[in-house]
T-cell receptor, first 111, second 114 residues
Framework: QKEVEQNSGPLSVPEGAIASLNCTYS??????FFWYRQYSGKSPELIMF????GDKEDGRFTAQLNKASQYVSLLIRDSQPSDSATYLC???????????FGKGTKLSVIP | DAGVIQSPRHEVTEMGQEVTLRCKPI?????LFWYRQTMMRGLELLIY????????DSGMPEDRFSAKMPNASFSTLKIQPSEPRDSAVYFC????????????FGPGTRLLVL
């Protein structure tokens, strides 16, 4: 069974610090990885996706992928109170558009 | 561009009643996904369609759940009869094949079965 694991948190960081969110996945055939942000009572919204090993940067966000270790992470630089939300990690299976989601990590940025 | 549209946004019903949730995907998207989210189980895929055809319904919890996509712009998820354990937020998402696997979520339907 394909699984995506995340630490449920809450993860608390002070404003301006770097928040580090981690995710592991069980399916070695997984090809693509996604980070979604979900505010309380709202729907998930895509932050970033990553397909290749290494780092991918987009503004204050950096996604990191290590397929050998089956590990994905999201770094948020200069964290802001508006970043406080639950972050969902998701992975596709080989040749599939089907996403398996982790249960999410709740991030709290303290002003 | 309008995003994914879901209705109703909130539904309160009594056990045993039929519930129908509706979804309009983003125009041009050829994949449609139905998810259920609870605190205990997180976000779970129930079923997905490609070009209106159900591809994988292995996540549908039991025969009380059914989904249809009669055309490219409309899908329904039906629960009959509903039970209190069906209480959850149900999301519809859509994606565009040639745009990769990125899925765009609707606002969700909060279902409470009493």
């Amino acid at each position: 069974q394909k699984e995506v694991e995340q630490n449920s948190g809450p993860l608390s960081v002070p404003e301006g610090a770097i928040a580090s969110l981690n995710c592991t996945y069980s399916d070695r055939g997984s090809q693509s990885f996604f980070w979604y942000r979900q505010y309380s009572g709202k729907s998930p919204e895509l932050i970033m996706f990553i397909y290749s090993n290494g780092d991918k940067e987009d503004g204050r966000f950096t996604a990191q992928l290590n397929k050998a270790s089956q590990y994905v992470s999201l770094l948020i630089r200069d964290s802001q109170p508006s970043d406080s939300a639950t972050y969902l990690c998701a992975a596709t299976g080989a040749g599939s558009y089907q996403l398996t989601f982790g249960k999410g990590t709740k991030l709290s940025v303290i002003p | 561009d309008a995003g994914v549209i879901q209705s109703p946004r909130h539904e309160v019903t009594e056990m045993g009643q039929e519930v129908t949730l509706r979804c309009k995907p983003i125009s041009g998207h050829d994949y449609l996904f139905w998810y259920r989210q609870t605190m205990m189980r997180g976000l779970e895929l129930l079923i997905y369609f490609n070009n209106n055809v159900p591809i994988d319904d292995s996540g549908m919890p039991e025969d009380r759940f059914s989904a249809k996509m009669p055309n490219a712009s409309f899908s329904t998820l039906k629960i009959q009869p509903s039970e209190p354990r069906d209480s959850a937020v149900y999301f519809c998402a859509s994606s565009f094949n040639r745009g990769g696997e990125t899925q765009y979520f609707g606002p969700g339907t909060r279902l409470l079965v009493l």
